[in-house]
């Protein structure tokens, strides 16, 4: 298998494919290493704009609320989710544990954002995130040219 060349460097790939290609790659990759995994991979997000405000959705399906933390500094809206799951089994003479811990976070510039009356739902998996925006007064001069 060390002669095949991995499919998504062979072609132009279609949007969307990219993880399904990586996904080829890392199955017939022969070296040890760190490999992509599209449970690791971050989550996805939308972010729309309005004259007036920001709406931020995040597809978060299996986080609870109390596994995520927003954070807005400095019109860096962050997003983490730290998820922490364990297993234990006991059978007659073993005892079976695993422990996995998934840590990612995004971070989305809004510069514009105001950092009062910030407004966050999660829903079916969804986390939906109101940021209003902040009214800046026009501060045009005008220069006259000598």
Known sequence: ???LIP???RMALPAGYEDFCNM??????DGPGVRRNLARDTFK????????AFTIQAELSGVKKEEIELEL????????????ESAEEEKKNYI???????????NIHLGEARPDGI???LEDGILTISIEKER????AIPINIE
């Open 1 to 3: 298998m060390a002669g």
């Open 7 to 9: 499919f998504n460097r």
């Open 24 to 29: 080829l790659d890392d199955f017939f990759s």
């Open 45 to 52: 997000l939308d972010v729309e704009e309005t004259p007036e």
């Open 73 to 84: 500094h400095d019109g860096v809206l962050t997003i983490s989710v730290k998820k922490e």
């Open 96 to 106: 079976h544990r695993e422990r996995r811990v998934t840590s990612m976070a995004r």
């Open 119 to 121: 407004k966050a739902r």
């Open 136 to 139: 800046k007064e026009n501060r």
